[in-house]
């Protein structure tokens, strides 16, 4: 099991900007595909974007293309995600997942999870 925590979550208004972080302590994610994934109140899980070392991120969710970003610090074993531009529809628990082979937005396929952030986004 790799102990992911995520952090950076809060309160904030429409189009305002907040920055994830996903984190092991104690454990490398160089060699884990990381994933960010939410959940709104009432809703199933969405694949946000994920990313490998040294790899560009891939992007699953259209409706934040352009305004999200996935980017790793290895020297910090962080696994960020930058959220620019947030709307009300982006409230939501956000979770970082890893994996140690496959980038995926498919929920299924991750066996390590973080607790969850939540993201809460007022008009």
């Known amino acids: 099991q790799v102990p992911l925590v995520e952090s950076g979550g809060g309160l904030v208004q429409v189009g305002g900007s907040l920055r994830l972080s996903c984190t092991a302590s104690?454990?490398?994610?160089?060699?884990?595909?990381i994933a960010w994934f939410r959940r709104a109140p009432g809703k199933d899980y969405e694949g946000i974007a994920c990313?490998?070392?040294?790899?560009?991120?891939?992007y699953f969710l259209n409706s934040v293309k352009g305004r999200f970003t996935i980017s790793r610090d290895n020297a910090k074993n962080t696994v960020y995600l930058q959220m620019n531009s947030l709307k009300p529809e982006d409230t939501a628990v956000y979770y970082c997942?890893?994996?140690?082979?496959?980038?995926?937005?498919?929920?299924?396929?991750?066996?390590?999870w973080g607790p969850g952030t939540q993201v809460t986004v007022s008009s």
């Open positions: 997942a890893a994996d140690p082979n496959v980038c995926t937005g498919r929920r299924n396929h991750y066996d390590n």
């Open positions: 104690g454990f490398s994610l160089d060699y884990y595909a």
């Open positions: 990313m490998k070392l040294n790899e560009a991120g891939q």
